[in-house]
């Protein structure tokens, strides 16, 4: 039995190389997405395991992060919230010019995708995982 990567099902995905200050900017990226809070969990979304991928394009000179996401529910009414929560902590931040969120769905979010850290802190809240 194979592995199923979450970006096997992706459309969109990160070219096979990049330049080091686009990797090193991915990796910032990657590190602000800490501060985009699950408003139903009250985690942040990277250790729940809902960013899939993340690299940096240059598009006309600017700094572009593409995030491929997912929710823990395709029927998630907050996308706007966390969407705003994004822009504001890349862009608003400064990290980046600009963010191209894409929601993904395949293959779905499940426990098993959620971070060490992520399940402390939802056994901080009471929650069994």
Same mark, same amino acid.
């Given at each position: 039995?194979?592995? %199923?990567?979450?970006?096997?099902?992706?459309?969109?995905?990160?070219?096979?190389?990049?330049?080091?200050?686009?990797?090193? @900017?991915?990796? =910032?990226?990657?590190?602000?997405?800490?501060?985009? /809070?699950?408003?139903?969990?009250?985690? %942040?979304?990277?250790?729940?395991? @809902?960013?899939?991928?993340?690299?940096?394009?240059?598009?006309?000179?600017? =700094?572009?992060?593409?995030?491929?996401?997912?929710?823990?529910?395709?029927?998630?009414?907050?996308?706007?919230?966390?969407?705003?929560?994004?822009?504001?902590?890349?862009?608003? %931040?400064? /990290?980046?010019?600009?963010?191209?969120?894409?929601?993904?769905?395949?293959?779905?979010?499940?426990?098993?995708?959620?971070?060490?850290?992520?399940?402390?802190? @939802?056994?901080?809240?009471?929650?069994?995982?």
């Amino acid at each position: 039995m194979t592995e %199923n990567n979450p970006t096997d099902n992706i459309q969109r995905q990160r070219p096979e190389t990049q330049a080091p200050e686009a990797e090193a @900017l991915a990796f =910032d990226v990657q590190e602000y997405l800490r501060d985009v /809070i699950d408003p139903e969990l009250g985690i %942040n979304v990277v250790d729940l395991g @809902l960013v899939y991928d993340v690299w940096v394009e240059d598009r006309e000179g600017e =700094d572009v992060a593409m995030i491929n996401m997912t929710l823990t529910s395709p029927a998630c009414p907050l996308t706007d919230v966390i969407e705003d929560q994004v822009q504001a902590a890349l862009v608003g %931040n400064g /990290i980046v010019d600009k963010v191209d969120l894409e929601w993904v769905w395949l293959p779905p979010w499940g426990h098993h995708m959620i971070t060490e850290d992520g399940r402390e802190q @939802l056994r901080a809240l009471g929650f069994a995982v």
